[in-house]
């Protein structure tokens, strides 16, 4: 009930084009689903969040699709370039809950 | 620049010592995280902290007890070290209740021989 499955474990993507993340949860009191991007030798920061109230959240290059009714969200990166190499999780919250749930992880490699 | 800040970037203990890892947040948040990553399952909670002295478990508490003495400072005690808890932990903190608010540090990468 409190997984949070993420898949690719890795991903490799040519300079430029679409990158694409899934996860799907089975809890439905989670109310907060945030992306994070680390990348080597550094700790993960936040990249973009959504909550189930909107089906899609956009900053940038970068897009949260949410499907409330499938229990999935994904993350997409257009125009995906190398300084986008890194790894990305994906994560959410209970409602009231003070911590977080985190997906395995995604290394992306995009080639230039 | 808010700074969560581990105090080693790498270590290398034996079996059976007592590890401590260290970490120092200048944000004046409430709430402070220990988490360990290791590949393929993703970040992992070990434990996490609300106010001083005020601790509980997470997902994977086993082998690890935590110290939270002053608000900024928040310890991770391995009480006696094991091979299968080399891995990469990472100390967060946040804020309040503010879901987004969370500042990792860079992590210490422990390795137990």
């Known amino acids: 009930q409190q997984q949070v499955k993420q898949s690719p474990q890795s991903l490799i993507v040519q300079k430029g084009g679409i990158s694409i993340i899934n996860c799907a949860y089975e809890n439905t009191a989670f109310d907060y689903f945030p992306w994070y991007q680390q990348f080597p030798g550094k700790g993960p920061a936040l990249l973009i969040a959504i909550r189930p109230d909107v089906s899609e959240k956009k900053e940038g290059r970068f897009t949260i699709s949410f499907n409330k009714s499938a229990k999935q969200f994904s993350l997409h990166i257009m125009d995906s370039q190398p300084g986008d190499s890194a790894t990305y999780f994906c994560?959410?919250?209970?409602?009231?809950?003070?911590?977080?749930?985190f997906g395995q992880g995604t290394r992306l490699t995009i080639n230039p | 620049d808010v700074k969560v800040t581990q105090s080693s970037r790498y270590l290398v203990k034996r079996t059976g010592e007592k590890v401590f890892l260290e970490c120092v947040q200048d944000?004046?948040?409430?709430?402070m995280f220990w988490y360990r990553q290791d590949p393929g399952l993703g970040l992992r909670l070990i434990y996490f902290?609300?106010?001083?002295?005020?601790?509980e478990k997470g997902d994977i508490p086993e082998g690890y007890s935590v110290s939270r003495e002053k608000k900024e400072r928040f310890s991770l005690i391995l009480e006696s070290a094991s091979t299968n808890q080399t891995s990469m932990y990472l100390c967060?903190?946040?804020?309040?209740?503010?879901?987004?608010?969370?500042?990792f540090g860079s992590g210490t990468r422990l390795t137990v021989v």
């Open positions: 902290s609300y106010d001083v002295k005020m601790k």
């Open positions: 994560a959410a919250r209970g409602q009231g809950a003070q911590k977080l749930v």
């Open positions: 967060a903190s946040r804020k309040g209740r503010i879901p987004y608010g969370y500042t």
């Open positions: 944000m004046d948040h409430e709430n």
